[in-house]
Every structure is written in structure tokens, then in C-alpha cells.
């Protein structure tokens, strides 16, 4: 992949390149991370993640490609600044505002531009809503298309084989085994993201939240329960 770098003669395809080649460092650093902190059946890890991280970061800033602050930049943007909160500030709208809940299904891109939630990786969200009858769940079953505005980067387990190919044929089975078990009367219903199209869950409302404050609900939305993987923390 960077051996093709002295081939490219338009300003245009280098710079996807570079994109490409620092989307997949960034993951590397990430999931590099995740695995440190979240051992999960789902991880895909490639082998010594460290050592790839280290060997693209040092052949891309050498050939000039990559400015390492501005790298670190991008880092601290998608793990402190952009994340699940982001998801989980919708969902609690959607929750306490019926008006709003109903917009964001019908057409989440203008509020969720009004919100700020907007950019790389999440051109055209939408919404679904997990009730008794249905729960939605979300693969890519191609790559690993991701809400990036509202939850921040993928976790590793959902770009591995396992999560893409298994999610579709038993999407119960996998529930199970992140611990969600269903009704047999609700459906599952799962949805394959595509660069053109991204989803946001709206979990099911728990009860009991009536005049609870934005803060505190946001707190029970986790970023799994946003892709259909969990469920929100009770009450
Ligand atoms: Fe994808």
C-alpha cells in the first residue's frame, strides 16, 4: 500500500491516500488501546498493533505525508472530544421530547446539524427505535461503517469478522452473547451501514425518567446500546 505513494501524480489521489493510510493508523492506535482495556470474543486484532502503529507513523511522517501534531490532534479529537456522549445527548432528547423524537426519525440529518453532529463518517444518519415489538441492531457487513459524529470511533470488535458475518445470520445468538436477551415476540431487525447511509438506535426509553434531567439520562445510554449490541443501564 505505501510502496504505490511514487506513482501518484495528482494532488487529488495522494491525498485520499494519506487519508486512507492515517484513517488506519488512527485505528490501529485505537484499537491498540481498546484491546489494553477491553478484552472482547468480537476482537480482530491484527498481530503486535503497536509495531504497525509505530512502523506507519514513522514511514509517513518521513516521507513527509503526515505532520505527527497534527495527528495527535485528530487523536485526542475522536477519543475526548467527539464520542458516544454525542450519540447519547440525542437519545435523551429523543427520550423527553416527543416533538423532537418524531423529527429524528423521520429525518435525523437537519437536527443533528443543528446540534453540531455532523462531518466525516456521518453524511447521512438515521435513526431507528427500539420498542417491544422491534430491536434494531447495526453490522457493516462490508467494511466498518460507523456513526463517527455520534459515537466516536468503532470499537474493534465491531469491524471483526465475527460481528460482520454472524450478525446477520444469527443476530439473536450474538445479542446473547453481549448479554442482551430478547422476548421471542420482538423481532430483530438488522441493518447493514454503508458509507452512504449510517444508523443511530434509539434505545428503548426505561421507565421512570419522567423529569429526570438531561445529565443524569444521558448517563444511563450506553455507546453499545446506540449500535443494538446492549441495552441502557437501569435505573
Ligand atoms: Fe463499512
Same mark, same amino acid.
Given at each position: 500500500m505505501?510502496?504505490?505513494y511514487?506513482?501518484?501524480s495528482?494532488?487529488?489521489?495522494?491525498?485520499?491516500?494519506?487519508?486512507?493510510n492515517?484513517?488506519?493508523?488512527?485505528?490501529?492506535?485505537?484499537?491498540?488501546?481498546?484491546?489494553e482495556h477491553?478484552?472482547?470474543p468480537?476482537?480482530?486484532?491484527?498481530?503486535?498493533?503497536?509495531l504497525?502503529?509505530k512502523a506507519?507513523?514513522?514511514?509517513l511522517?518521513?516521507?513527509g505525508?503526515?505532520?505527527?501534531?497534527?495527528?495527535?490532534?485528530?487523536?485526542?479529537?475522536?477519543?475526548?472530544?467527539i &464520542?458516544?456522549r454525542?450519540?447519547?445527548?440525542?437519545?435523551?432528547?429523543?427520550?423527553?421530547?416527543?416533538?423532537f423524537?418524531?423529527?429524528l426519525?423521520d429525518?435525523?440529518?437537519?437536527?443533528l446539524?443543528?446540534? &453540531?453532529?455532523? &462531518?466525516?463518517?456521518?453524511?447521512?444518519?438515521?435513526a431507528?427505535?427500539?420498542?417491544?415489538e422491534?430491536?434494531?441492531?447495526?453490522?457493516?457487513?462490508?467494511?466498518?461503517?460507523y456513526?463517527?459524529?455520534?459515537?466516536?470511533?468503532?470499537?474493534?470488535?465491531?469491524?471483526?469478522?465475527?460481528?460482520?458475518?454472524?450478525?446477520?445470520?444469527e443476530?439473536?445468538?450474538?445479542l446473547?452473547?453481549?448479554?442482551?436477551r430478547?422476548?421471542?415476540?420482538?423481532?430483530?431487525r438488522?441493518?447493514?451501514?454503508?458509507?452512504?447511509?449510517r444508523?443511530l438506535?434509539?434505545?428503548?426509553?426505561?421507565?421512570?425518567?419522567d423529569?429526570?434531567?438531561?445529565?443524569?439520562?444521558?448517563?444511563?445510554?450506553?455507546?453499545?446500546?446506540?449500535? &443494538?449490541?446492549?441495552l441502557?443501564?437501569?435505573?
Amino acid at each position: 500500500m505505501l510502496a504505490t505513494y511514487s506513482s501518484f501524480s495528482t494532488g487529488a489521489s495522494a491525498a485520499l491516500n494519506v487519508w486512507t493510510n492515517t484513517r488506519v493508523l488512527i485505528n490501529y492506535m485505537i484499537m491498540a488501546h481498546d484491546q489494553e482495556h477491553n478484552e472482547h470474543p468480537y476482537n480482530d486484532l491484527p498481530s503486535e498493533p503497536a509495531l504497525r502503529v509505530k512502523a506507519l507513523e514513522t514511514i509517513l511522517t518521513r516521507k513527509g505525508l503526515i505532520d505527527p501534531s497534527a495527528l495527535d490532534k485528530i487523536i485526542d479529537t475522536y477519543q475526548n472530544k467527539i &464520542g458516544p456522549r454525542n450519540g447519547a445527548h440525542v437519545v435523551a432528547k429523543a427520550w423527553s421530547d416527543s416533538n423532537f423524537r418524531a423529527a429524528l426519525l423521520d429525518d435525523a440529518n437537519p437536527l443533528l446539524a443543528k446540534l &453540531g453532529y455532523y &462531518g466525516r463518517q456521518g453524511e447521512h444518519i438515521v435513526a431507528v427505535e427500539n420498542t417491544d415489538e422491534i430491536h434494531n441492531m447495526v453490522v457493516c457487513t462490508l467494511c466498518s461503517c460507523y456513526p463517527w459524529p455520534l459515537l466516536g470511533i468503532p470499537p474493534s470488535w465491531y469491524k471483526s469478522d465475527a460481528y460482520r458475518s454472524r450478525t446477520v445470520r444469527e443476530p439473536r445468538k450474538v445479542l446473547s452473547e453481549f448479554g442482551v436477551r430478547l422476548p421471542e415476540y420482538t423481532t430483530v431487525r438488522v441493518w447493514d451501514s454503508t458509507a452512504e447511509i449510517r444508523y443511530l438506535v434509539i434505545p428503548k426509553c426505561p421507565t421512570g425518567i419522567d423529569g429526570m434531567a438531561e445529565e443524569a439520562l444521558i448517563k444511563l445510554i450506553t455507546r453499545d446500546s446506540m449500535i &443494538g449490541c446492549g441495552l441502557v443501564k437501569s435505573l
